[in-house]
């Protein structure tokens, strides 16, 4: 069932536009998500049977999402629990291995009472020996949220909480989507998410347990890249559950201060290379300007961050696309100018609302003078009468038809995507939602 799930809750956790879901199934969706919100909970019990009967992830999606926040709402945690308890108890082993962590971290959360909280601690923790539980009982989710309850809680031991906390990060860092070189949406969610998990549970085991700056160092690894944002929807809610909002720098700035602190300037600067490479703001890339020019210099600053920006990207793939008959990309040749391709289509409205944009910053690329550092190209995705469609807005950036094929290559999978080639033939995903402009002038320098 696991692996199953998985694939199906790309549909649901990522914004992909090919994603096929049965009749009815979104009406239903929103139904149900609305009786989970409000008073009448217990009602919304016919409506989430019928919805794991229509489609699984929906199921998955609406009580995962909206139960855990409601969960930890005093005033209507006890009756979410209390209909946790009614639904698992209808005898579908799926439901039940799907929710019953939810469930048992309600209970830790909701009893005073030292026997039933241990027992509760024991049946979460044999959940994680099944393995990771991303896009099925979030086991490991629940069990980092158990252990912050057990804080006010003395009834577990410290040992038993570090121990389960190793098992947590085990089963997260034995995902093969650490490793592998495979860019496509599944191996992607699963790997922000788990990620995720990663960067909470050793920030947890630094602050709780030992005061091991690695177990920092890892937090700081960890927390959310360039990939991962692309893909943060995978984690947004255990990030609502562990913090209150997406604190995404805290760990890596916590980090950087204590290397600069400890005089390991060098570690310092790549630490804050890292945060500006997720997040290129000015006031980033100034703070990154100036510690580079008191501990680095070694190279003009360019020539270090495109570097580094190399070294954080992917080999692109070897593709030919032709835009006129004398403007034409093979990527097998080498590049000598970094390249903006925007990924769209004419049945994309987000796509189509940014066209404008688009045109603008291509013109004003182009009449920025001097020697042109960027070049902005466009690829269109299943689009009807393109050409009608470019001539009646009088738009001229250039643009060529693509495949499917094209999509996966680069990973694409959501519209309107940018990807920005470096010069060196590595290529890096904007992250959808970001200022995309932001990124493109603070990446290529211009």
């Given amino acids: 069932m696991r692996r199953f ?26 139904d149900l998500s609305d009786k989970l919100k409000k008073e009448e909970i217990m009602n919304a019990l016919p409506l989430s049977l019928e919805m794991y009967r229509v489609y699984v992830p929906y199921f998955w999606d609406a009580h995962h999402r909206v139960l855990s926040k409601r969960l930890i709402e005093d005033d209507y945690g006890i009756k979410v629990l209390s209909f946790l308890k009614v639904l ?3 005898g579908d082993p799926e439901i039940k291995e799907m929710l019953t962590p939810l469930y048992l971290w309600g209970k830790v959360r909701y009893s005073n009472d030292s026997v039933r909280v241990n027992e509760s601690f024991t049946d979460l923790t044999a959940y994680l020996e099944e393995g990771t539980g991303f896009a099925n009982s979030k086991a490991e989710t629940y069990m980092l949220m158990t252990l912050k309850e057990l804080e006010d809680k003395p009834f577990v031991s410290k040992k038993r909480q570090q121990e389960v906390l190793k098992k ?18 599944l191996t992607l969610t699963e790997r922000a998410w788990s990620r995720y998990l990663l ?14 700056p690695e177990y920092l160092g890892k937090s700081a690894q960890y927390s959310p890249d360039q990939m991962d944002l692309a893909e943060k929807r995978a984690f947004q809610m255990d990030a609502f559950l562990f913090t209150g ?12 201060s204590w290397l600069d602190k400890e005089g390991e300037h060098a570690a310092a600067l790549e630490q804050m290379a890292s945060i500006a490479f997720a997040y290129p703001s000015d006031t980033n890339m100034k703070l990154l300007m100036n510690y580079y020019a008191d501990h680095g210099g070694k190279q003009d600053f360019p020539v270090y961050w495109q570097a580094h920006i190399n070294s954080q990207g992917a080999e692109v793939p070897n593709l030919k696309f032709r835009f006129s008959k004398h403007d034409k990309i093979n990527f097998s040749d080498k590049q000598e100018k970094w390249l903006m391709f925007d990924f769209w289509g004419t049945w994309c409205p987000p796509c189509i609302k940014e066209m404008p944009e688009v045109q603008a910053f291509y013109h004003e690329n ?5 020697v042109p550092k960027l070049l ?3 690829l269109s995705f299943m689009s009807e009468n393109l050409s009608r469609f470019m001539d009646e807005n009088d738009y001229t950036f250039p643009v060529a038809e693509i495949d499917r094929k094209d999509l996966n290559a680069f990973g694409v999978s959501s519209f309107p995507t940018k990807v920005l080639v470096t010069p060196e033939g590595q290529y890096v995903v904007i992250p959808l939602g970001a200022d995309w402009k932001l990124f493109v002038k603070n990446y290529v320098l211009l």
Avoid at 168 to 185: G, I, M, P, Y
């Fill in 88 to 90: 698992i108890s209808k």
């Fill in 199 to 212: 960067a909470q549970s050793y920030h947890y085991r630094y602050e709780h347990f030992d005061q091991n």
């Fill in 366 to 370: 182009l009449t920025r003078g001097g």
């Fill in 245 to 256: 909002q997406m604190e995404l720098l805290k760990y890596r700035i916590e980090y950087f």
């Fill in 376 to 378: 902005v190209y466009t």
């Fill in 5 to 30: 799930l998985i694939v199906l809750l790309i549909s649901v956790i990522s914004v992909s536009a090919f994603c096929q879901t049965p009749n009815g199934a979104a009406p239903l969706y929103n």
């Fill in 168 to 185: 947590v990060v085990a089963n997260l860092e034995a995902c093969e989507c650490h490793e592998s070189d495979n860019r496509d949406q």
